[in-house]
């Protein structure tokens, strides 16, 4: 057996530095406002991102980032990656004591019985997450083994962490479908109580939640659910709620200057991109293939003034990045982005013999899921008109945007396309470059939302596929990323949006936390004494 | 009488089996597997999803067992919310019900004088105020006037809430907003056709033979001219209850417009369908009503 010397922390430093709440029993009430409600209850059937807001709350998984964005052991106490027979093992060690909302304390088969349950297609959004795992091996109450049929790279680090919620077996055998997702169970620091569609979700400050260090404030939390921005403002403004998410970013300047509200920016978990086709030759009436030039790529990339757009389209409400955001494994900070240089990206068109330029639709995404997306768009496809790139902007609803981005999916796209997959403001791009980066391969699952096409990458998308020790994984990610940034593989890289929370500072005592990016998880929220 | 309610609807029924099948074809025009799954769904996934909403189907075949299981009251769970689409309109119905009935008796509350005092006092500085406040109603949308109370009545005077459904003082601003485009219409109409009606032979001869001028104006006349006004009325009430969204959104009122408006981007198929058949069979009803109620305005135009 071959042991990799991956993460492993004992008990002792697992709690994290002192957070702002103190470990008292929490009392009290605070009404919050956020733009978008969560639908869907149920960590296995959930897919929207804006699920993550409630369950974030609720459920909780093996590894959880902290507010720097260091993954921490959370429901795991301990874990190892090992090899047997050549294939992959997972040894985890729970942590002892973590009880659920509805009774019950947390055990190896409570986890198994949620691999088991996230593996069904019939129920799971998520059984590609499970595929390569062969079954879960209790040894005892407090320790499992995760053994696998084949490796899977983005297994530890991908979207969720190890992708294991603690769910109650007992709870969801005993309970209907529809029961488990009106009052879903957890281990989380939140306990829903009640909920409104359209209005409002009550929670409950988890008595018996096992972080002490970490946890609410504050016994009741009331998120009420206002979806316009100037009304989400006012309520805030007016005392109606204490604490709202998603600050507008036109209004920004003027919410810091409100007397008793405080704010502060995350990045959100989206990465925004521009897609450049590389087969445009092989679409009916078209004969050039101008992207497949490496040099016309570049002339795109540095024909757009991405700063000035985010200072004055995005109203400073975004961060650009090259790879991808700090907090992620693969972040290089020595990776910069292309700077705004018109006159090269000229003379770049020129040598690749595109003096005089070429059109080209441009699809411009509209959608309400990041603020001024659509602006942007029309932005930064107004500067490739510059250099001689000369757009036909068409707008598309998310929807048929969505549709035009999937490979296997008519009509082909056919243009330079908005694009926005996360890359893991924690955890690391795996997944979304696997989609993205890679070629397009009908029926086999790689470059499904792929508009870029290289041998080289290929073979380096689907290396990073199967390794999981983080000591090759991530200098493998930061050699991808080098030449994603060389190549313009995928697009050109553009912004991730941030995201402003602000409250009123005489009355909450409030933490950000990461969870997938959204910063929606409460785990430290309170009222200031 | 009875041989006309039948008639209506029957014609209404159709309407309604109409309306579905249209909206049915529309949204069959996009899939929403790849919205309901992750983006890195794999496409036997994606498939599979298919498969189980029934959207392999020939669209045909798929609109029959709609039509099949809607007569047996089962609309289908809604695919965003997996929940029965019936039960997450009908419980949003009674918000939508009372805002539309609040808009509508708040834009009555204030036609009503507004046109017929400003045609009794025609040219005068009544007049002119009414037709300013007419033509400022009809320029300003609900949205914006939605805004600007909650800017003003809310914020900087703390008067009323600026969002949510809890009593009585949460209802009179989306009201105003909803009700606010109506006042302007209907206050228009009413002064126009009162002019006509105040310059009448009878009206003109109930006078001369002594009747107050409170009772011609305000029994006589504004009962011959409500009929336009109450097919105005239908026509508007019809509109805010499948309009009503932009002033759900606004004040974040739980309705089913605001509901429907988002199943239609996230292509719910069954909750968009339910959503536009409570909107059609509404719709029907208030024009039925409002059919019906000219007989009792005007005993010439009954349907006997």
């Known amino acids: 057996m071959k042991k990799f010397a991956c993460a492993v922390a004992g008990a002792a430093s697992l709690l994290l530095c002192a957070g702002t709440q103190a470990a008292e029993p929490a009392t009290g009430s605070l009404t919050i406002a956020q733009a978008a409600e969560s639908t869907m209850l149920d960590v296995t059937r959930a897919a929207a991102g804006v699920d993550w807001y409630i369950l974030g709350n609720i459920n909780e998984q093996l590894l959880q980032p902290d507010p720097t964005l260091e993954v921490k052991n959370w429901l795991a106490e301990k874990w190892e990656l090992t090899e047997v027979d050549g294939l992959p093992v997972i040894e985890i060690w729970l942590r002892k004591g973590v009880k659920f909302h509805h009774g019950g304390e947390l055990t190896s088969s409570d986890m198994a019985f949620a691999h088991k349950r996230l593996a069904n297609p019939d129920v799971s959004k998520w059984p590609h997450y499970q595929a390569k795992v062969d079954h879960i091996e209790i040894i005892d109450d407090h320790h499992f083994k995760i053994i696998f049929k084949e490796p899977d790279g983005t297994f530890i680090p991908g979207a969720g962490l190890m992708r294991l919620y603690g769910i109650s077996e007992a709870y969801y055998t005993s309970h209907s479908e529809e029961e488990i997702q009106q009052r879903p169970d957890g281990t989380g620091p939140w306990k829903l109580v009640d909920r409104k569609v359209k209005e409002e979700f009550v929670l409950e400050a988890h008595d018996d939640y096992w972080n002490q260090e970490h946890r609410p404030g504050v016994k009741n939390l009331t998120i009420k659910i206002i979806p316009e921005d100037i009304t989400r403002v006012a309520a805030l403004q007016t005392g109606a709620v204490d604490w709202i998410d998603a600050v507008p970013p036109a209004m920004i300047e003027d919410v810091k200057k409100m007397d008793g509200i405080a704010t502060t920016a995350r990045p959100s978990g989206n990465n925004l991109f521009m897609s450049l086709p590389q087969y445009l030759d092989k679409l009916p009436g078209r004969n050039d293939n101008p992207f497949k030039d490496v040099r016309v790529r570049r002339a795109a990339a540095l024909a757009v003034d991405m700063e000035g757009i985010i200072e004055h389209v995005l109203f400073g409400q975004a961060q650009r990045y090259t790879t991808t955001t700090p907090g992620s494994a693969a972040y290089d900070a020595s990776v910069e982005p292309y700077p705004y240089d018109p006159q090269k990206a000229k003379q770049l068109m020129t040598e690749a013999g595109y003096a005089n330029g070429f059109d080209v639709n441009c699809y411009n995404l509209i959608t309400p899921r990041e603020p001024n997306v659509k602006e942007y768009g029309e932005a930064f496809y107004a500067y490739l008109g510059q250099v001689g790139i000369r757009c036909k902007l068409i707008g598309e609803e998310y929807a048929p945007w969505l549709a035009r981005n999937n490979r296997s999916r008519e009509p082909q796209n056919d243009g330079i396309l908005t694009h926005m997959w996360g890359h893991g403001v924690v955890a690391d791009p795996g997944t979304p470059w696997s989609g993205h980066m890679h070629c397009y391969a009908p029926g086999e699952g790689w470059g499904s939302y792929s508009h870029y096409c290289d041998p080289e990458m290929d073979a380096m998308v689907k290396e990073q596929a199967t390794v999981m020790d983080p000591a090759d994984r991530i200098p493998l990610l930061k050699r991808i990323g080098k030449k994603k940034y060389e190549d313009v593989a995928g697009g050109i890289t553009t912004y991730v949006p941030l995201v402003t929370f602000a409250w009123r500072e005489d009355k909450v005592d409030y933490k950000p936390w990461p969870w997938m990016g959204f910063w929606r998880k409460l785990q430290e929220i309170g009222i200031k004494h | ?304």
């Open chain 2, 1 to 304: 009488m009875l041989n006309y309610l039948i008639k209506r609807i029957l014609q209404g029924v159709i309407s309604i089996i109409g309306a579905s099948a249209i909206i049915f074809a529309i949204s069959r025009l996009d899939d929403p597997t790849l919205l309901l799954l992750p983006i890195d769904a794999t496409p036997e996934m994606v498939e599979n999803l298919r498969q189980r909403l029934g959207l392999d189907l020939p669209i045909v075949q798929q609109y029959l067992i709609f039509l099949g299981n809607a007569l047996q009251g089962d609309f289908g769970n809604s695919y965003r919310w997996e929940q029965p689409a019936l039960q997450l309109i009908l419980d949003r119905l009674p918000a939508t019900l009372e805002l539309a009935f609040a808009g509508l008796v708040f834009a009555l509350a204030l036609a009503i004088p507004f046109g017929v005092l400003s045609a009794v006092y025609r040219d005068s500085w009544f007049d002119n105020f009414a037709k300013l406040f007419a033509m400022l109603g009809q320029a300003m949308p609900n949205f914006w006037v939605g805004l600007l109370l909650i800017l003003f009545v809310s914020v900087n005077l703390g008067w009323l809430p600026a969002f949510g459904r809890e009593g009585f003082d949460s209802l009179i601003m989306p009201a105003i907003a909803l009700g606010w485009y109506p006042v302007a219409a209907m206050t228009r109409m009413l002064r126009s056709t009162m002019l006509d009606v105040l310059d009448s032979d009878h009206v003109r001869m109930a006078r001369a033979i002594g009747v107050p001028n409170r009772v011609v104006v305000w029994k006589y006349a504004l009962r011959n001219a409500a009929v336009p006004l109450v097919t105005m009325l239908g026509i508007y009430f019809a509109n805010m209850l499948s309009g009503a969204f932009v002033v759900e959104v606004i004040f974040a009122w739980p309705g089913m417009g605001r509901m429907v408006v988002e199943a239609m981007f996230a292509r719910d198929f069954p909750l968009l369908q339910v959503g536009v058949l409570f909107s059609a069979i509404l719709f029907v009803v208030v024009n039925l009503l409002v059919d019906l109620s000219y007989g009792v305005l005007d005993p010439r135009i009954r349907h006997d």
